[in-house]
């Protein structure tokens, strides 16, 4: 959200809705409970905290003052930062000049603007269908499937978990656009409605007793933790904690300064009996298959648990530039679903995040530029 937009949900939004949480527990509370800061003995002893320090004489001063104001105790606490100060504590350049909200320790605010909650999710749904009063464009099928210009902002945006700001500052060339940006013009203001509520709607699907739906494996766990499709399981998260461990280092190659093909050369030198080929992201499939002609490696364009992915499209995040041309993407799939497909990635700016590496999602079709190499044959 922008500055303007965080300020406004924390007035229209949070502020009243923890004004009615502290009145709830105010009328619930037991008057003498004094571990319950909304309870009559409890909010005295709360105002009091600030006045005992950990040198007795300085206490007894302080209640002296105390003593001589009781009502200090009752008086509203002045903040550290008004709102706009604390959107603004960040000195990060990128999100400055695109006006993100970010807290103080320079995480965006994410969220949507306070006058989105009382869109009528009927309405949101018809204007997707294209069978609103306001457009006729089909933005999905009648499936939920993205279509056209919806598509489009799934990959580049919803599915893009690259932070905001250039990736390439000498061709202007974002790894994130401020297109994405609730606002930005480039999207209508239903997308973002309406993807939140088909994310919610699918998370509430999700219950403990759905053990044989697509929301949890077997053992009843979130699938986020273990992809499994026909072709294979991988374990995506303990990957990262296994990837994690190494500092974002492998050999010679390091995330803060190679980037994607570092966890490319990992995973292979590490779990596969495969010589690694070098190469930037776009080509690091190909090499691989060239350096390694007796293993019956082959090329395709088709997703697989247990492949490596090549990519130069943009859907792949594939964006930085090497000379003229793109250096490409490079990461392990780790689920197939449909056209949906989970990955393992990382890229120059998680080399000083561990665990040094995300999961994504990718909506692939057949038109997109990008190889696949299969790896599953060739595992320590």
Same mark, same amino acid.
């Given at each position: ?20 949480? *502290?009145? !709830?527990? *105010? ?70 000049? +695109? ?41 999905? =099928? ?36 401020? !297109?994405? +940006? ?24 999700? $219950? ?5 739906? =697509? ?56 779990? $596969? =009996? ?19 002609? !007796? ?53 120059? *700016? ?7 590496? *995300? ?22």
């Amino acid at each position: 959200m922008t500055k303007d937009q965080a300020i406004a949900y924390d007035q229209e939004i949070t502020q009243p809705y923890l004004a009615q949480v *502290r009145e !709830d527990e *105010r009328e619930n509370a037991d008057a003498f409970d004094i571990t319950n800061p909304y309870s009559l003995v409890g909010s005295v002893m709360t105002g009091a905290l600030p006045y005992f320090s950990n040198n007795l004489l300085q206490t007894v001063a302080n209640f002296g003052s105390l003593a001589l104001n009781p009502f200090k105790i009752f008086a509203p606490k002045a903040s550290a930062y008004s709102p706009e100060q604390y959107y603004s504590v960040c000195g990060y350049d990128d999100y400055a000049k +695109m006006n993100i909200a970010t807290d103080p320790f320079c995480n965006p605010v994410y969220g949507l603007p306070a006058d989105f909650a009382n869109r009528d999710p009927d309405d949101v749904l018809l204007f997707m269908l294209g069978k609103s009063s306001d457009n006729s464009t089909p933005y999905i =099928d009648n499936d939920g499937n993205p279509l056209g210009l919806y598509q489009e902002f799934r990959d580049n945006c919803s599915n893009n978990i690259n932070p905001y700001g250039l990736e390439n500052e000498d061709t202007g060339e974002y790894i994130k656009s401020p !297109d994405c +940006m609730v606002g930005s013009g480039k999207y209508p203001d239903n997308f973002y409605i309406y993807t939140v509520d088909d994310a919610v709607s699918e998370s509430m699907s999700c $219950t403990m007793d759905d053990v044989d739906s =697509d929301c949890y494996g077997a053992s009843g766990t979130s699938s986020s933790a273990s992809t499994s499709t026909s072709a294979g399981t991988l374990d995506a998260q303990g990957l990262m904690d296994e990837f994690a461990t190494t500092g974002g280092n492998y050999g010679a190659y390091h995330v803060s300064s190679n980037g994607c093909t570092t966890l490319a050369a990992w995973y292979v030198g590490t779990k $596969t =009996d495969l010589k690694y080929g070098n190469g930037n992201g776009g080509d690091v499939v190909t090499k691989l298959v060239a350096a390694n002609t !007796d293993a019956g490696l082959s090329v395709s364009h088709t997703p697989q648990v247990g492949a490596l992915f090549s990519s130069r499209d943009a859907a792949w995040h594939a964006s930085s530039m090497c000379g003229d041309t793109k250096c490409g993407h490079v990461g392990l799939v780790v689920g197939v679903d449909g056209n949906k497909v989970t990955i393992l990635e990382t890229y120059s *700016r998680l080399g000083d995040s561990s665990p040094y590496v *995300r999961q994504s999602q990718i909506t692939w079709n057949a038109g997109q530029q990008v190889d696949f190499v299969y790896l599953g044959d060739h595992l320590k």
